[in-house]
């Protein structure tokens, strides 16, 4: 792939060259990449999910080789990959969208236990993905306990 295609992408469409929280730019870019998934039905999100997964390990590995750095805060593309994680099996609604956001911003921006040992062991492409992956299982958890035992997530309809 040519390296601005590359750029592009891990960047998040150059999002994540922004000066101020580019992690918080690059997840607002898996918002409508989750609502499209959404409409294929929950396997086909889980699959899309995988396979995105594993383009952004790729994606991530080849942008740091090319810019010799680890998690370099400008590629988001992991942030994306999280937040379509975070969005797995919850209801399609305003409240779930707000909430796995914040939530998934808080969890991979603070990196708690486990989160920030996954973070400082595992290196490459991989490692830049996995944090943000762990993060998204975490608030994903966290948000179906929520969605399972009230009703602040709103009822989905489709």
Known sequence: MPKLIIEALATGFYLGRAPKAPGTFGTLLGIPLAFLLYQIGAYGYMYSTAIFIIFAVVIADIYERAQATHDNSEIVIDEIAG???????????WQSFLAA??????????????????????????????????????????????????????????
């Open 83 to 93: 937040f379509l994680v975070t969005m797995m099996w919850l209801p399609m609604t």
């Open 101 to 158: 956001f914040i939530l998934f911003r808080i969890l991979d921006a603070g990196k708690p236990f486990p989160i920030s040992y996954v973070d400082k062991k595992i290196k490459g492409g991989l490692g830049v993905v996995a944090d943000d992956i762990l993060a998204g299982v975490i608030a994903n958890i966290i948000l179906q306990v929520v969605y399972t035992q009230t009703d602040w997530l709103g009822v989905q309809l489709l």
